[in-house]
């Protein structure tokens, strides 16, 4: 997982502590003064155009574009600056976390083993599957009902739950449906696939 955040008023709010507390670290590790002020300018950059582009979303698309290319180089610059904190030999965990610069996996999330856990109840004739998010995008549902020879790609969600109102192959037959689902990161299938569940309608 990421250290930073993915909606623009997250990142903002971060990018304000961020600024708020590298002078002190940089001037703390040895990073020179001309330097800090280049990335504090770049950070800065981004949140002014953040901001006109709240202000002025209304009249038009430039502000979001402005604010799109702004926020690619503060998010380069949070990373190259970063990646230079951590190879610093004064670097410790404590300033990591202080501006918020360690993702997730560095605290021993595994992004190759997780996997969501699912749950099916039954809701007006439809089966709603609760899946349990943590802290990625969404999930991935893969589904087989009687009578399918495999599972094939249901849906995509990213909030639980998820409400299956497919109607059944077989009129009124009972039907056994089966879920089975893989966590999402920015667009990407990613861990392990959950458990199969299993519920008759």
Same mark, same amino acid.
């Given at each position: 997982?990421?250290?930073?955040?993915?909606?623009?008023?997250?990142?903002?709010?971060?990018?304000?502590?961020?600024?708020?507390?590298?002078?002190?670290?940089?001037?703390?590790?040895?990073?020179?003064?001309?330097?800090?002020?280049?990335?504090?300018?770049?950070?800065?950059?981004?949140?002014?155009? !953040?901001?006109?582009?709240?202000?002025?979303?209304?009249?038009?698309?430039?502000?979001?574009?402005?604010?799109?290319?702004?926020?690619?180089?503060?998010?380069? /610059?949070?990373?190259?600056? @970063?990646?230079?904190?951590?190879?610093?030999?004064?670097?410790?965990?404590?300033?990591?976390? /202080?501006?918020?610069?360690?993702?997730?996996?560095?605290?021993?999330?595994?992004?190759?083993?997780?996997?969501?856990?699912?749950?099916?109840?039954?809701?007006?004739?439809?089966?709603?599957?609760?899946?349990?998010?943590?802290?990625?995008?969404?999930?991935?549902? !893969?589904?087989?009902?009687?009578?399918? @020879?495999?599972?094939?790609?249901?849906?995509?969600?990213?909030?639980?739950?998820?409400?299956?109102?497919?109607?059944?192959?077989?009129?009124?037959?009972?039907?056994?449906?089966?879920?089975? @689902?893989? !966590?999402?990161?920015?667009?990407?299938?990613?861990?392990?696939?959950?458990?199969?569940?299993?519920?008759?309608?």
């Amino acid at each position: 997982m990421d250290y930073l955040p993915k909606r623009d008023g997250d990142l903002d709010s971060y990018e304000s502590t961020f600024v708020s507390k590298y002078p002190g670290i940089a001037a703390q590790l040895g990073i020179g003064t001309e330097e800090a002020n280049s990335t504090l300018a770049i950070i800065a950059n981004h949140k002014t155009a !953040y901001s006109t582009m709240n202000e002025k979303k209304a009249e038009g698309k430039s502000a979001v574009e402005n604010n799109a290319a702004a926020k690619s180089l503060a998010i380069a /610059e949070i990373r190259r600056v @970063a990646q230079q904190l951590k190879s610093n030999k004064g670097y410790t965990d404590a300033v990591g976390f /202080e501006l918020g610069i360690v993702g997730s996996a560095e605290s021993g999330s595994d992004l190759e083993s997780i996997k969501p856990t699912l749950k099916t109840k039954i809701v007006g004739g439809n089966v709603v599957v609760s899946f349990d998010k943590q802290k990625m995008d969404g999930v991935k549902i !893969y589904s087989k009902r009687t009578g399918e @020879a495999e599972f094939g790609f249901l849906a995509i969600d990213t909030a639980s739950p998820y409400e299956d109102n497919r109607p059944k192959l077989n009129g009124g037959a009972p039907e056994e449906r089966q879920y089975y @689902a893989f !966590y999402l990161l920015d667009d990407a299938q990613v861990g392990q696939q959950s458990g199969i569940i299993s519920v008759t309608i």
